[in-house]
């Protein structure tokens, strides 16, 4: 893939020398930018703009029209995988996700099955192609999925949920039932993750949202070992490149060593681990990437530029880090700040980088 016009993301991401710090942002293109929410209306309904490539495209574009990125990620969401096992989904205004049949007993979970690449979830290969056709080479496409974890958190719940009750009845009543689940999520997205390889993903991120809510007995057992399967079952070269995987546990900072012990490429950082800590507990074995609150990109562009060198600082010189958000940026952000936050990684990195 030597038509690559910016690697310096996959560069750091393999802890090879780059010129400056790669950027990006988690959730980059959505609803902060006024041009998202216009062809969002234009889409219709959310997941009508994930069915739509050439929509999907466009989207995926848009904050690289606005700012010097240093990768794409495709536009998707975590609920793809269990929406083709038929379980109903639909986002309700002020809601967010809803399942219409939620995963509540072993009968339930035994009807679960791995969906179709080709069919069933044919239009992410779709976006993830016509994406990479649009690109022309300029920068990296990031694939992504959830967890089986944070995936299984919606599927048992049924929607969104702020004390895990139901799932967590389950981790403890029923662990057989949850580890089923957990086991068919991993082979889905072992299969989702190496299809968007093969359409044309560049690197791949494990979102493990829910992972935090824990403890590092269960963390372990329910969530990281499903993770590290999938590491395992990944095609980690494609067209002539190594493809990094990324792994993201929020509110995963304690975990860290077991974490890159499952033989990713990265490790992605929330706000709540100071990256200097993190650089010394496991950065000769992964890159990291993160971490700034994205709770900054309210502040004066003054101050974001400040964090940005605060953050870049603790770091300090040589490769493996990858400027990012500590989680999404949110919605109500001026895209001005977010300008002004990618202005000075890409301003002030360059120094660590001689």
Known sequence: MSELQNDRFLRALLKKPVDRTPVWMMRQAGRYLPE?????????????????????????????????????????????IP???????????????????????????????????????GYVMDAVSTIRKDLKGSVPLIGFSGSPWTLATYMVEGSSSKTYA?????MFDQPKTLHHILDVLADSVIAYL??????????????????????????????LNYMHKIVNGLKREHDGRKVPVILFTKGGGQ?????????????????????????????????????????????????IREEVGTILAKYG?????????????HPEVNPEHAGAFIKAVTELSGQYHK
């Open 194 to 223: 190496n299809a968007q390889i093969e359409a044309g993903a560049q690197a791949v991120q494990i979102f493990d949202t829910w992972g935090g809510v824990l403890t590092p007995r269960d963390y372990k057992e329910f969530s």
């Open 255 to 303: 975990w860290l060593e077991a974490m890159a012990a499952t033989g990713c490429d990265a490790l992605g950082l929330d706000w709540t681990t100071d990256i200097d800590d993190a650089r010394a507990r496991v950065g000769d074995k992964v890159a990291l990437q993160g971490n700034m609150d994205p709770s900054i990109l309210y502040a004066s562009p003054e101050r």
């Open 317 to 329: 010189k040589g490769s493996g880090h990858v400027f990012n958000l500590g989680h999404g940026i």
């Open 36 to 80: 998202y929410k216009a062809t969002r209306k234009t889409a219709g309904s959310f997941m009508d703009l994930c069915r739509n490539k050439e929509l999907a495209s466009e989207v995926t574009l848009q904050p690289l029209e606005r700012f010097p990125l240093d990768a794409a990620i495709l536009f998707s969401d975590i609920l793809t």
């Open 83 to 121: 929406d083709a096992m038929g379980l109903g989904l639909r986002f309700e205004t002020g809601e967010g996700p809803v399942f219409d049949k939620p995963i509540r007993s072993m009968a339930d979970a035994k009807k679960l099955f791995v969906p179709d690449m080709g069919s069933d979830l």
């Open 166 to 170: 139901i799932i967590k009845a389950m």
